[in-house]
């Protein structure tokens, strides 16, 4: 089937708004991910859902972020009142198991745009 | 957390040369891996390591866990032009996977 998808792929939105950002893992994947990529930078870890429930949301940077997921499928992470800073690309990736972490399959991303 | 020091940030590369990158760690890592990311999207394994001292090959890519599990490196033999992208070395920190700041390679034709 199909890889990690992620809606949209690009998102403007204004300082102040609230925007959800979704992923649909692969098929039967039960450890979902949530990083953050700011230009030139590395992949920083958000969130890790293993099945519905999240045992490490140790990296979300405030309480504007928070995320979920349902049905051990689909999984949205949505910020309130996005600031300039959260501006990035928001990367999903899911995973087999979550023991390993491997491999971890990323989709294409979620490129905000906060103005 | 754990941090993993990647070097060098960027390069600059004819086609057809050899390019070799590394990532150390202050941590002891029992997994190293490396993705390469193109342009528009997500990060894509390349190699997994999981023994120290392995050396192991992908095509026209190397790569070796250090003996003290706190290093590794990356080779590219005779650079094409669609090795492009930023590499990643990543390792495995309790259900996290934690990322290098990546190496982004450019190959001149």
């Known amino acids: 089937g199909a890889g990690v998808s992620q809606s949209p792929s690009n998102k403007v939105t204004e300082k102040g708004k609230d925007v959800e950002l979704r992923c649909d893992p692969i098929?039967?994947?039960?450890?979902l991910y949530w990083y953050r990529q700011s230009l030139g930078q590395g992949l920083e870890f958000l969130i890790y859902?293993?099945?519905?429930?999240?045992?490490?949301k140790s990296g979300l940077p405030s309480d504007r972020f928070s995320a979920e997921r349902t049905g051990g499928s689909v999984s949205t992470l949505t910020i309130q009142r996005t600031q300039q800073e959260d501006s990035a690309v928001y990367l999903c990736a899911s995973s087999l198991s979550g023991t390993g972490v491997l491999p971890l399959h990323f989709g294409n991303g979620t490129r905000l745009t906060v103005t | 957390g754990q941090q993993l020091n990647q070097s060098p940030q960027s390069m600059f590369i004819q086609e057809g040369e050899d390019v070799s990158m590394n990532c150390t760690s202050s941590?002891?890592?029992?997994?190293w891996l490396w993705y390469k990311q193109d342009p528009g999207e997500g990060p894509v394994l390349l190699i997994a390591?999981?023994?120290?001292?392995e050396l192991t090959s992908n095509g026209r890519l190397t790569a070796q866990f250090g003996i003290t599990r706190k290093d590794s490196f990356l080779n590219i033999s005779a650079s094409i032009p669609s090795d492009v992208g930023i590499y990643f070395c990543a390792g495995p920190h309790n259900t996290q996977l934690t990322f290098g700041s990546g190496t982004q390679l450019t190959v001149l034709p």
């Open positions: 098929s039967g994947h039960t450890a």
């Open positions: 390591l999981y023994k120290a001292g």
């Open positions: 859902f293993q099945g519905n429930s999240a045992p490490d």
């Open positions: 941590s002891i890592f029992n997994t």
